[in-house]
């Protein structure tokens, strides 16, 4: 690999007797020195104050002629003596050798060994793909380092991903470290293939699993579908503006949970411990963000395991805000459950797509019969791992441990903190219709008067406090959830924050999101009168001032009522005849409209309440089963009241069960999906991404949501 620069105050760029390109203090990030070398005024500037809070920890020389004390933070004083620079050099080369963690370290060095290969992949380090001109183009676009670095694992000199050995092994038990678990898994095929490691090494047929009702997909697939594990459902909350909340707070009562456990599963209703494992969401994809300690505290006793689905979070322990939450912080006693927590790192870590990490924190059980060993998890893991492991995908994750490790990494989450604050002032200050969900008064001042780094520190700047107008959930006990600062959240106009009733006129979020993605700006996800953005330490004050802008511009939009053809022209393009003479503000009634006459915000709140959820009368895994033979048929979803569903239906994002195989269909999920089916035929242009559910054209032209019910 290239060597990396000395960093020199600017005065002594030319003097320095170095091979390495020499950069000026003021000119750098510090992310690609190995060494800095300042003046003896530059000592006192206030820069070794900032190397420090860099957490690089980067050798730093005083150049100077005079006899000085070596100062604090500076590793020597140097004249430039031709030993010196030797000691430069030295202590440049020591900085390069431990920056890089185990496995990519490994991984530099074989690739640049050039060896010739004659096992997997064909592509042989791009030579296939660069007989052909499309193949060359795909080598170009993507550069010659990722096609050397695919290899085969038939060379074990970067040791065996799948077994753990080697540096494999070592990269993972620096992440343990990092993560403060005790061990670590790192996973290639997305946190969906975390959460059925975990749940096939836990789980089998006829054991207990206590079930956030907000569980993704995944956990279903895992613990329902393939484990076979029976559900006791725990109902989570919804609020007008479409977000995703956390469980009630009576679900945690255990006087609750074992009459729950007589319904599903009576002959366990008794037992010390009846749930094999809970599943709780630590963070919700809408940035509701559940207390570790408490969960524990309340439900652990109960519990042999609990699995904190942290796809959404994992950043937690790196924010001092959050620290105290976070699953791997805590401190467990023989008595306590095991915990296993899963996290997406390629969602706002530092990670390519498909990056995601199992920790496991249960060495204060080990040697009761409840503990899950090591083989038997791997057992598992092996279940869902390719044989065939893209290398850079696992280095993405080594690389992201490194990243976080020390101060570098509450550093770069404090930074990200404060300008997601920053931002939330700049919407207040330059939006009218469009706000940041928080709470409007803080200790009688507004929110965003408050000084940023007081909003970063403390908690009750993001706290739901129980019964607050302004987010609208309902259910909550004191000091129970919290908004993630690192959740972007805004809302629309449509719901009066007072009431939770609609009013006249709304903005509901999807139109919102496609015109800012018609301009370039790309959101995570909408929903109803609610829009997420994601922020991650990769954020910059210029891109945030964008996004604002952006947001201002629409507003105006709306209040000029600038015809539809200029707001959205891809979609208007794409359907002229329906759209042909509409305003922006016209399509926003029209939709806003239809939310309101199939009353959709209290439809998606009752399918995840307890009173509301769907009749289940057959297990998901028989029900799955069923599926699989062929015992099902396809009927229009508004013809399926009564039937058993084969297959669970969601809308996708967020990727949360409406229904669930073994369910019955009926009630406030038929009457959603049929809402959604109005919508696909009235709004062309703004379906939804539906699963388990279909929607295929009638004779008339009409599009119908068909879906597979048992026979």
């Not at 706000?435 to 009750?460: L, Y």
């Not at 959240?489 to 993605?517: M, V």
Request: contains cysteine; proline residues 5%.
């Amino acid at each position: 690999m290239k060597s990396m620069n000395i960093a020199a105050s600017r005065e002594l760029v030319s003097r320095l007797s170095t091979h390495r390109d020499v950069v000026a203090l003021d000119s750098t990030d510090f992310t690609d020195v190995a060494a800095v070398v300042i003046t003896v005024a530059d000592s006192h500037s206030g820069i070794l104050a900032l190397l420090k809070r860099t957490g690089f920890k980067l050798p730093v020389f005083v150049l100077t002629s005079d006899d000085i004390s070596v100062p604090n933070g500076v590793n020597a004083v140097i004249s430039g003596k031709a030993q010196e620079w030797l000691e430069l050099e030295t202590a440049a080369c020591r900085y390069e050798e431990e920056l890089l963690p185990p496995f990519f370290n490994t991984l530099t060095q074989y690739v640049e060994m050039g060896n010739s290969t004659f096992a997997c992949p064909g592509h042989q380090h791009g030579a296939f793909f660069k007989k052909h001109p499309a193949g060359r183009q795909f080598y170009d676009f993507f550069g010659e380092n990722v096609f050397r670095a695919d290899m085969c694992n038939a060379d074990v000199k970067l040791g065996d991903l799948l077994i753990h050995e080697g540096s494999a092994k070592h990269a993972q038990k620096f992440a343990a470290k990092v993560f403060h678990a005790d061990k670590t898994y790192f996973v290639l095929n997305g946190t969906s293939a975390a959460n059925k490691v975990v749940t096939n090494a836990l789980l089998a047929r006829g054991d207990l699993v206590l079930f956030d009702r907000n569980n993704h997909k995944s956990n279903h697939h895992g613990a329902l579908i393939q484990a076979g594990a029976t559900p006791v459902y725990l109902e989570a909350a919804r609020n007008p503006f479409g977000f995703i909340g956390g469980i009630d707070e009576h679900c945690f009562d255990e006087r609750y949970l074992r009459e729950q456990i007589r319904e599903a599963a009576p002959e366990k209703a008794d037992d010390a411990r009846p749930f094999r494992l809970a599943i709780i969401q630590l963070g919700t994809y809408d940035g509701t963000i559940y207390n570790a300690r408490q969960v524990v505290d309340k439900i652990g006793h109960l519990c042999d395991y609990i699995l904190f689905d942290s796809a959404w979070v994992g950043y937690e322990q790196f924010i001092d805000m959050m620290s105290d939450t976070s699953p791997l912080l805590l401190d467990l006693n023989e008595n306590d459950p095991g915990i296993f927590v899963t996290q997406s790192v390629h969602k706002q870590q530092a990670g390519f797509s498909q990056t995601s990490q199992i920790h496991k924190k249960d060495n204060h059980i080990r040697g009761q019969a409840r503990f899950c060993p090591h083989k038997r998890l791997n057992n598992a893991f092996m279940l869902h791992a390719s044989t065939s492991p893209f290398y850079p995908l696992f280095a993405a994750l080594d690389i992201n441990a490194k990243i976080h490790e020390g101060e570098s990494g509450r550093r770069l989450w404090a930074e990200c903190v404060e300008l997601g604050i920053e931002a939330r002032k700049a919407i207040v200050a330059n939006c009218k219709m469009i706000q940041p969900f928080i709470p409007p008064m803080v200790d009688g001042r507004p929110w965003q008067d408050h000084p940023t780094k007081a909003i970063a520190s403390e908690r009750r700047f993001f706290s739901f406090a129980p019964g607050a107008r302004w987010h609208g959930f309902e259910g909550y006990a004191q000091d129970q959830y919290f908004v993630d600062p690192c959740k972007l959240l805004l809302t629309t106009p449509g719901i009066d924050a007072e009431t939770g009733q609609y009013t006249e006129f709304g903005i509901p979020a999807t139109i919102l999101a496609h015109y800012l993605r018609e301009n370039g700006i790309v959101p995570e996800k909408c929903d109803l009168n609610s829009i997420l953005f994601l922020l991650t330490p990769a954020e910059t004050p210029e891109k945030m001032a964008q996004l604002v802008a952006m947001l201002g511009q629409f507003e105006q939009h709306i209040e000029d009522d600038t015809p539809l053809a200029d707001v959205l022209p891809t979609i208007y393009n794409k359907y002229p005849v329906r759209y042909r003479d509409y305003t922006l503000r016209e399509l926003c009634q029209e939709m806003h409209n239809l939310y309101v006459s199939f009353d959709v915000k209290d439809l998606q709140k009752a399918m995840f309440r307890k009173e509301s959820l769907p009749q289940v009368v057959m297990n998901p895994q028989d029900a799955n089963s069923e599926f699989i033979r062929g015992n099902v048929e396809l009927v229009r979803i508004s013809e399926a009241e009564g039937r058993i569903a084969a297959e669970g239906a969601l809308p996708y994002p967020p990727g949360v069960l409406c229904v669930v195989p073994g369910e019955v269909w009926g009630g406030a999920v038929q009457r959603y999906f049929l809402a959604l089916e109005e919508g696909v035929n009235l709004l062309p242009g703004f379906s939804p991404e539906l699963q388990g559910v279909y929607s295929e054209k009638d004779a008339d032209g009409i599009s119908r949501l068909y879906g597979y019910v048992l026979k």
